[in-house]
């Protein structure tokens, strides 16, 4: 019934945008249209229809829309529209990341850790960077772990360390006030991937982290890897796990117990296959639509290997089981490609994880939406993720059909950041540049 009565109101919108005239709206703002396009508006297909842009927002979506006044109008006759992607797990991964985020068609990336200068960040919302128009907005946690617990051997970020329930509390309150959106706990002894046993805490200090969160009223997620971390931190009340279950088979009860809860997973496939020895370099440098845009950083990152021995307790084969049982279950999944780790490429890895998403339990229409609508609902982005008036014009434009192959996602055409176009010629010149300059160093 829910889902009937999100339909209703959108039809209900489309028929206000077209009985309204576009021309009576009294605005100065430059205004474009795309026509005769298929429109994915995060959720749902309009096989041919329009959207209207005016300024930074969505003016109008649907069918037979009078264009009267608009300035510009883009034949879509063979393309695809669809909200700008959202990364919902993401790593900066140097200064350039935002900008290659974009040229991807991902306006928008989730922070799991690696953005910590709070002071640098302009926020207009909470937690919320909205930079410059060739950059991915960014949404920003800071982590909470044990002492040197996994997050500690990146460096000396300013990150809270917490040995009890009673610590919780402030650590999460000085989070939030230092410009994170939402909490992220590790709850990984790292059993399942490191050669070492990882200090971590124990189920009561994990719950009073959530609960702390809670009390803020924002997302509460937990990294943990294998079936009993995963199991105890749903049990402890975590609205999502930012990776599936990748050391043993799982069983349908914890899906069970993950979709009771209604909270979500973000699988990050593409970056377990490449900790288990796939060659993600080889699947992304061999498709020219995607190479092309790779910066340096992006380039190098794909071909970094992990430490010898490191992740010898994944095996993607029961990763990838484990997720169709999340999905059987009707587990919200989320697209997330865990850049910057090595054998990975902002932007681009986002692309090859929609693929294996496909590959593994989703249909393509459902991946499409755990990279737009998904991310932007579970972490409270109302103003983006889907194509409705009102919301941000950020938007990606590609040549085919992208609800029946996932690979079109690639086919990029055009990539709109509040109703701004992205140059990605000149971007594309510029990395090429570089490219050349760092290969002659």
């Known amino acids: 019934m829910k889902r009937l009565s ?5 039809l209900v919108l489309a028929g206000c945008a077209t009985t309204q005239s576009l021309e009576a709206a009294e605005s100065t703002e430059p205004s474009f249209a795309i026509r005769n396009v298929r429109i994915f508006d995060g959720e749902r297909v309009i096989p041919s229809g329009t959207i209207v842009v005016r300024g930074e927002r969505i003016a109008a979506v649907g069918e037979n829309l009078n264009l009267s006044g608009v300035t510009e109008i883009i034949d879509g006759q063979g393309m695809t529209v669809l909200p700008g992607l959202i990364d919902a797990h993401f790593h900066l991964q140097g200064p350039d990341s935002y900008k290659a985020a974009l040229a991807f068609g991902v306006t928008t990336v989730i922070d799991m850790f690696g953005e910590y200068s709070a002071a640098a960040i302009k926020t207009t919302l909470t937690g919320l960077a909205h930079r410059a128009p060739d950059e991915a907005d960014t949404l920003v946690s800071l982590l ?6 996994h997050g500690t051997e990146y460096g000396e970020f300013p990150m809270p360390q917490v040995t009890s329930a009673k610590e919780c509390q402030e650590a999460v309150d000085n989070q939030l006030a230092a410009g994170a959106s939402f909490v992220k706990i590790i709850y990984d002894a790292g059993e399942s991937w490191s050669a070492q046993t990882l200090p971590t805490f124990g189920r009561d200090v994990l719950a009073a982290c959530i609960a702390a969160a809670h009390a803020h009223g924002v997302v509460a997620v937990v990294h943990a890897i294998t079936l009993r971390e995963s199991r105890e931190a749903i049990e402890a009340g975590a609205d999502g796990l930012t990776h599936a279950i990748v050391n043993t088979r799982s069983d349908p009860a914890f899906a069970e117990l993950v979709s009771s809860h209604k909270a979500f997973v973000i699988p990050t496939l593409a970056v377990y296959a490449g900790i288990a020895g796939f060659h993600n370099d080889a699947a992304i440098l061999g498709d020219p639509r995607l190479e092309a845009y790779l910066p340096p950083s992006g380039l190098s990152g794909l071909k970094m290997t992990f430490p010898p021995g490191f992740g010898q307790g994944v095996k993607p084969a029961l990763m990838q089981e484990n997720v169709r049982q999340l999905k059987a279950s009707h587990v919200p999944l989320l697209a997330g490609s865990d850049c910057a780790n090595p054998g990975t490429a902002v932007g681009a890895t986002l692309h090859q994880e929609l693929e ?3 590959s593994t339990a989703l249909t393509p229409t459902e991946a499409l939406t755990a990279a737009t609508a ?12 889907h194509l409705a008036p009102g919301l941000r014009a950020d938007l990606l434009l590609v040549r085919g059909d992208p609800t029946t192959d996932i690979q079109v996602t690639r086919n990029i055409i055009s990539v709109w950041k509040l109703g701004k176009k992205l140059d990605r010629d000149t971007y594309r010149a510029h990395i090429q540049a570089e490219r050349q300059a760092t290969a002659k160093q």
């Open 6 to 10: 999100s339909i209703l109101l959108m």
């Open 144 to 149: 909470v772990t044990a002492p040197k617990g």
């Open 356 to 358: 294996m998403l496909v």
């Open 374 to 385: 998904l991310p932007a609902d579970r972490f409270k982005l109302s103003d983006r993720g």
